[in-house]
C-alpha cells in the first residue's frame, strides 16, 4: 500500500487580506506539487484570516473571499488541498473548509460546533453545519473538521460514524494562545485521536492579530494520542510526514519548539509586537523609558521584535526622578543598542502649575499634580510619534491596570500596550529570562533590587498605594482569572480588608481600561474580549 505524504501548511495570514492570504496559500501548493505531496492541509478561514469580526457582515466581503477561492481551486492541480474560507448558501454564511483536487472542489465541510465564548464570537456571525463525509485518497479514507468540532463531544451520530469509518481525521484550526492552553488543547486532541483509534492531522494557524496571538504548533497525533511530530511554535512552517494505513511514519525528528514557560510567553509577546506593528502599516516604535522594570521589559520585547534601528527610547525625567533611575535607562538603551533621548519635562510641569495655581489656590497638592506629569510623557510621547511617524508602545503591566494604579492620557497613552496581560512578578521573570537569554544583565540588577515607583512624588513607593505584588496579583488572579467571589478569595488569601480594598479597585477602575489601548493577551482571561463588563456596575462582591 503507497504512502501518503502531508504537508501542513502553517502560515501567518493577515485579516481581510484577501490577495496576500491567497498568494501564500497558492505559493505552498505550488511547492507542494513540486514535492510529490498528495495532501496540503492549511489552516481556519485562510482565505480571510482570523478573525474577520464584522467583516463578515459585507456581502462584498464574502464574495471577494470566494471570488478568491476560485482562483485557488484554479490552480490547484495533482495534490488534494483543504483550505478555509467563507461559505454562503441560501443567505447564511457558513465557516468552512474546501477540499480542493485537480482543480474542482470536491467537498465543502461546514463547521458545526461555533464557539461564544471568551474571544469568540462565531454565533453571531455563522450558521452551523450539520453534515459531514469521508473522502478517499489513494486507498484510505478521511474525515475533515474544524476546530471546536473537535473540542466538543458531538451529539451527532452521523458526524461520531464518519469518525469511526475514517483512516485518518484532519483538523484546521485558529486556536489562539494563552498560558494555560497547549497542554489543554493537546490534551483534547490526543483523546480524540485514543477515542476513535485514529491519527489526527492538526493544523493551527500562526500570527497576531490586534490582541491575539496564534501559536502555530500543527502536529501529528498518533492513535494512541501522542504528538509524532510537531511544527514550530510562533513562526510559519511547512510541516512534511509520511502516512500510510494510519500507520504514521515520520522522515525528520519532532522539532523542539521552546524550553521554558518563559520563552513560550516571551516569544508570544514578540510575535504579537512585531505583527500589530508591521500589519498595521508602521515600522518604528517608540516608548517611555523611565529606568524601571516595565519599560525595560518592554524595550528589551521592542527591539527583539523589530530591530534596535526601529526603537526609539525616551527619558522624560522630572523633579521627582532620582539618579539612579535615569542613569539605569541610559545603560538598558545602551545595552539594548537602541536610539535614546532625554526630554526633561520639568519646565512644562511647572508651567502648568503656573496656570493652574490661581483655580488650585487653597488646595494641597494632590494627585492631579502627580497625574499631570504622567500626562506631559504621554503628550511628549505623541509628538514624536507625530512628528516622526513612531507607533507608542505603552508600557503599563496588567496588575496596574487591573486596580486602576494608571494615569488616563498619561501613562495609559499608546498605540499598543505590549505587557497589558503581564502581571508584575511575571515582568520580573521575564525580565530575568532576558537577561539568561543574552547572557549578561542588559536589565542592570539595580532595577530588579529597587521598589517599584512611578517617580511623581518624594520618595513614593508603588507599596504607598497597593498592597505588595505579590499579594496583589494573586488576588486578581482569583477575582479576575478564577471568577472567584469575595469570601473565598479572604479564606484563601485572609486580609480581609486588604481583599476588600484590591477587589474595589478593580470593579471602579472599570472605565479606565475601556479606554486602554489594544495589547497582547497571554492569560485566560485577558481584559477586553475575554472579561466583559459594565461601567455603571452596581453590584458589590465585598
Not at 377 to 397: I, P, Q
Not at 405 to 428: E, H, N, Q, W
Request: net charge positive.
Amino acid at each position: 500500500m503507497k504512502n501518503i505524504k502531508i504537508a501542513v501548511g502553517q502560515i501567518n495570514t493577515v485579516v481581510g487580506d484577501l490577495k496576500g492570504n491567497s498568494s501564500r496559500i497558492l505559493s505552498l501548493i505550488k511547492e507542494a506539487i513540486s514535492k510529490d505531496i498528495d495532501l496540503i492541509v492549511f489552516p481556519e478561514l485562510s482565505i480571510t484570516g482570523y478573525p474577520p469580526e464584522d467583516l463578515l457582515l459585507k456581502r462584498h466581503f464574502i464574495k471577494g473571499n470566494i471570488k478568491y477561492l476560485k482562483k485557488i481551486v484554479h490552480k490547484t492541480g495533482n495534490v488534494i488541498a483543504i483550505v478555509g474560507f467563507v461559505d454562503e448558501k441560501k443567505g447564511n454564511i457558513y465557516n468552512s473548509a474546501a477540499v480542493i483536487s485537480n482543480k474542482k472542489i470536491i467537498y465543502v465541510y461546514h463547521k458545526m460546533h461555533l464557539p461564544n465564548y471568551g474571544v469568540f464570537d462565531e454565533k453571531r456571525y455563522f450558521s452551523p453545519g450539520v453534515n459531514n463525509q469521508l473522502i478517499k485518497i489513494k486507498d484510505l479514507l478521511f474525515a475533515v473538521n474544524i476546530c471546536e468540532d473537535i473540542w466538543v463531544e458531538s451529539k451527532e451520530h452521523r458526524a461520531e460514524d464518519v469518525l469511526k469509518k475514517a483512516n485518518f481525521l484532519v483538523n484546521i484550526s485558529a486556536s489562539p494562545y494563552n498560558i494555560d492552553k497547549i497542554k489543554e488543547r493537546e490534551r483534547v486532541i490526543g483523546q480524540k485521536a485514543k477515542k476513535f483509534k485514529i491519527p489526527i492531522v492538526y493544523c493551527n494557524l500562526i500570527g497576531g492579530q490586534d490582541e491575539l496571538v496564534f501559536d502555530g504548533r500543527s502536529a501529528l497525533f498518533g492513535k494512541d494520542g501522542s504528538i509524532i511530530v510537531e511544527a514550530k511554535a510562533f513562526e510559519e512552517d511547512l510541516l512534511i510526514f509520511d502516512l500510510c494505513s494510519g500507520k504514521e511514519t515520520v522522515k525528520t525528528k519532532p522539532k523542539i519548539s521552546l524550553t521554558s514557560r518563559e520563552e513560550e510567553i516571551y516569544s508570544a509577546l514578540l510575535l504579537g509586537v512585531k505583527d500589530y506593528v508591521l500589519k498595521n502599516k508602521f515600522s518604528k516604535v517608540a516608548l517611555g523609558l523611565s529606568g524601571g522594570i516595565d519599560s525595560a521589559l518592554v524595550a528589551c520585547i521592542a527591539k527583539d521584535a523589530l530591530g534596535r534601528g526601529n526603537v526609539l527610547a525616551l527619558g522624560m525625567p522630572s523633579r521627582y526622578s532620582s539618579a539612579n533611575t535615569q542613569k539605569d535607562a541610559e545603560i538598558i538603551a545602551r545595552n539594548l543598542g537602541i536610539k535614546f533621548r532625554k526630554v526633561p519635562i520639568d519646565n512644562i510641569f511647572s508651567s502648568y502649575l503656573d496656570t493652574l495655581k490661581l483655580h488650585f489656590k487653597g488646595v494641597k497638592p494632590n494627585i492631579a499634580e502627580e497625574n499631570i506629569q504622567a500626562r506631559i510623557r504621554g503628550n511628549v510621547l505623541m509628538a514624536f510619534s507625530n512628528k516622526f511617524g513612531y507607533l507608542v508602545l505603552n508600557t503599563g503591566n496588567k496588575s496596574e491596570t487591573s486596580a486602576g494604579y494608571c494615569t488616563l492620557y498619561g501613562d495609559m497613552a499608546g498605540g499598543f500596550s505590549v505587557i497589558k496581560d503581564v502581571p508584575k512578578r511575571l515582568v520580573y521573570e521575564l525580565a530575568e529570562y532576558v537577561n539568561k537569554k543574552e547572557g549578561k544583565d542588559i536589565i542592570p540588577r539595580s532595577v530588579f533590587k529597587r521598589a517599584p515607583t512611578a517617580e511623581l512624588r518624594p520618595n513614593q513607593k508603588d507599596q504607598d498605594t497597593l498592597p505588595p505584588y505579590d499579594f496583589l496579583d494573586r488576588v486578581i488572579d482569583l477575582y479576575v482569572e478564577k471568577n472567584k467571589g469575595f469570601e473565598d478569595i479572604v479564606k484563601k488569601m485572609g486580609c480581609k480588608d486588604v481583599v476588600k480594598k484590591v477587589l474595589n479597585m478593580i470593579d471602579s477602575s472599570e472605565y479606565k481600561r475601556r479606554q486602554a489601548p489594544p495589547g497582547v493577551k497571554i492569560t485566560p482571561m485577558a481584559f477586553g474580549k475575554d472579561r466583559r463588563m459594565p461601567i455603571t456596575n452596581k453590584f458589590t462582591p465585598c
